[in-house]
């Protein structure tokens, strides 16, 4: 138990680093859906991206992260450890939900990129993945 407590604070210090740092490509791999399948538990949501309209056009963090810095650094950070403590521990469920956290930042996101539909939408009051589930993965 105490090695894992080391080892996710290692991880978490070359990721900070990483960031603050700036390494692009290793950041755009870590932000890459191709990263995030390598959990065997997302494998279902990668091959469902692979068929979807933002496949090759947004990373996972595109939409499951929050725009601009300090916000997108200390998302990333925080559920880059939930996610390798909950993998390495095997305490995911077994169907994966979107939390309520998590799915004010993915609306966030689809306003930002599709401002110019929604403003078209006015009186409308539900959550853009009301009506387009299925969109993404």
Known sequence: MKGL???????????GLMFLVGLKPVHAYFDSPEFCSTCHVMKKEYQGYLKKPHAGKVSCGGCHLPAGFPRYGIEKTYSGIRDFLSFSFRTYP?????????????????????????????GVSQRCTFCHRQVFH
Request: charged share 20%; net charge positive.
């Open 5 to 15: 407590f080391y080892l996710s604070v290692a991880v978490l210090l070359i990721y």
């Open 94 to 122: 077994d169907v994966i939900k979107i939390s309520s956290r998590s799915q004010k930042i993915v609306e966030e996101n689809c306003l930002r990129c599709h401002q110019g539909v929604t403003e078209k939408l006015l």
